[in-house]
Structure formats: C-alpha cells, structure tokens
C-alpha cells in the first residue's frame, strides 16, 4: 500500500473550516484513499474515503485532485470537538494487513 | 450492537507475567487485527487474521501470540511480558473484500512493570 505524508499538527479556529492534506504520490491506480480520527486516545473511526470523485457525508468533505497525488480532508465547521488525530491511508479495498498508519496530524481547534 | 469489545481496559503486569488480551465483534466480519499503539506514534500491526482459523504475522509479531477462538473472536496473548511491551492495543475489524471499513475497539492499556 501506498505511503502517506502529512503534517505534524495543525491548529483551527472554533466554526472554521479545517482542511487537512495528505500527500500520496506513489498511490497506485486501484488504492484508495481513506481518513480516520482518533480522540484522546479512544479507538481510531472511520470519516470517509474515496477512490478519484469527490465525496461528502455528515462528518466531512474529500477532495482527491485529478493526478490523485494528494488528496484534503474538509471539516466545514470545526467545533471543540472535532480536536483529534487525523489518519490519511491509501489502501486496496481488500485487507488492512498492508496499511500503514502513521503518526497523523494532531488537529487543535482553538476556542 | 457493541461493534468491537476488548477486555480488559486497563492492565498492569510485573515483567515475566503472562495475560491475554481478549478482543470479541458482533458484525460478523471475517477478518480481525491486533495493534500497537506507543505514546506519539501511529498504530503497528502486530497480528491479523483474514478468516476463522488463520492467522499471519504483522510488523512487529516477537513476543506475542494469537487464537483466533471463533469467527466472533480474536486473542492476543503475552507469554512473558516485558517494558517494552507497555503500550495501548487496539483490535479492529474489516469485512473482508468488500467496503473494507475499519471498526476498532476502545483499547487496552497495558503497563509492564
């Protein structure tokens, strides 16, 4: 699976938008791009994942741009609540035995 | 509908004790993961199991071992623990083949002393 850089951290102010890159330049063609947060320490959850499209749902947007390089997670309006560690991953809809999650952005978002 | 329960929450063991970490799901998913998760890092993949009655190695498989009990569960077991063994484990879930989602439970926190 393809590996994935993002920043280290990154601060928001409270009813912002949040907008978190993820870069995945070696991302093969069938790999897709997913997003999980981790609040303090609780099990990671899954946001929402794409393949090349844009995708919406209640939590967040995904914007994968046309070369498929890097990708944005989108928080619309970012409340005390949504401060976690964000994962970005590329991965074959198949197994999770190959993917690699690093350390994330750690998002804070700032009253 | 619990999703993913692991027991116990909270755990500390002298060095040389053994205790399994038990991990059980109710989404009828067939493949299970066991991770690691160390202060500031992401999660390390210590052992998965794609179906009942397989299991293969991760990133970091030394020390431990797994049982995969049932379709239903999934066990990971330190024979000898050891401080570098302090960590948080968390065990996740996907359905194998299809919107490979994963569920993950709360985590156990494990300190070796």
């Known amino acids: 699976d393809a590996k994935t850089t993002q920043p280290t951290s990154m601060d928001c102010a409270e009813g912002r938008a949040a907008n978190l890159p993820c870069n995945h330049s070696t991302i093969s063609g069938n790999e897709y791009v997913y997003w999980y947060r981790q609040i303090h320490s609780q099990g990671p959850q899954y946001i929402i994942h794409?393949?090349?499209n844009n995708e919406t749902n209640e939590m967040a947007s995904l914007i994968i741009t046309e070369d498929r390089k890097s990708s944005t997670l989108i928080l619309p309006h970012a409340t005390l609540r949504d401060t976690a560690v964000y994962y970005c991953i590329a991965h074959r809809r198949t197994s999770y035995d190959k993917v690699i999650f690093g350390p994330g952005t750690s998002l804070s978002v700032i009253p | 509908n619990a999703g993913v329960t692991q027991t116990p929450k909270f755990q500390v063991l002298k060095t040389g004790q053994s205790m399994t970490l038990q991990c059980a799901q109710d989404?009828?998913?067939?493949?299970m993961y066991w991770y690691r998760q160390d202060p500031g890092m992401g999660l390390r993949l210590i052992y998965y199991s794609a179906s009942e009655g397989t299991t293969d190695k991760g990133e970091v498989p030394n020390g431990y071992n797994v049982s995969r009990l049932n379709k239903r569960e999934f066990s990971l077991r330190l024979e000898s623990a050891a401080p570098s063994q302090t960590s948080v484990y968390f065990c996740a879930t996907t359905e194998t083949g299809r919107n490979t989602e994963a569920f993950f439970g709360q985590g156990t926190r494990l300190t070796v002393v």
């Open positions: 989404m009828n998913h067939n493949s």
């Open positions: 794409g393949l090349k």
